[in-house]
């Protein structure tokens, strides 16, 4: 078990729970425990911290969403996307990670300008959404962003926007998708030596926060209008990807 002072597990606790909170809809959020997290254990190290943390607070997410999934869209993603996980992981191994924070975080904003613009003018994009080549490149950088940084949700977000689901089929088609990817990286994290004794004990101690950030979560999507829903998970997708940036 990491040694953490009492306010380190505070942060802990408060980042566990962002997880619940991001798995139940608001996908956005998830950059709050990317960045504590990164905080308390290093940007590199805490990928491993935070991936069993994710795998339960998918498994939560399934429980309370599983009946809303699009497995159409799943099915869609989910090639590139463990094609992407691959790629990711022999980055990890050559190249630092400092080059590709910058990079993932100028893609989710020009990811998330874009679907401004198809909000605004929805007959110049069309069928865009639904191309296999959209799918393709956005499941490659969801794959390579979640394996580097755990920094995929606001571009499966964006995806999900894009072809316009509601919000709990949205909520369903994340939670299988994001198990599914999760579970596929366990053994590219464990070769890496990111996941070992003392990480899992501490997941163990934070499952809690996990599971009560998602009840939380959950009783704020059923109160959120489909349309505001919408525009909060592109303010946090666009603060994503300025804080990957380096804006703040």
Known sequence: MPDLTPTQWALAIVAAAGIGVAKSGFSGVSMLHVLIFAFLFGARDSTGVVLPLLIVGDICALLAFHQHARWDYIRRMLPPACLGVI???LLMHRLDEAVFK???GSVILGLTALQIARMRWPQRFTDMPHATWFA???GLLAGVTTMLANAAGPIMALYLLAVALPKYEFVGTSAWYFFIVNSFKVPFSATLGLIHRD??????????AVALGLLGGRWLVKRVPQRL????????AALASLRLIGVF
Not at 199 to 208: H, K, Q, Y
């Open 87 to 89: 790629g990711g992981w």
């Open 229 to 236: 829903f919408d525009g909060l998970l592109l303010v946090f």
């Open 136 to 138: 393709w490149t956005l």
């Open 199 to 208: 990480t899992l004990l501490l997941n163990a101690a934070l499952i809690p």
């Open 102 to 104: 910058p990079l993932i």
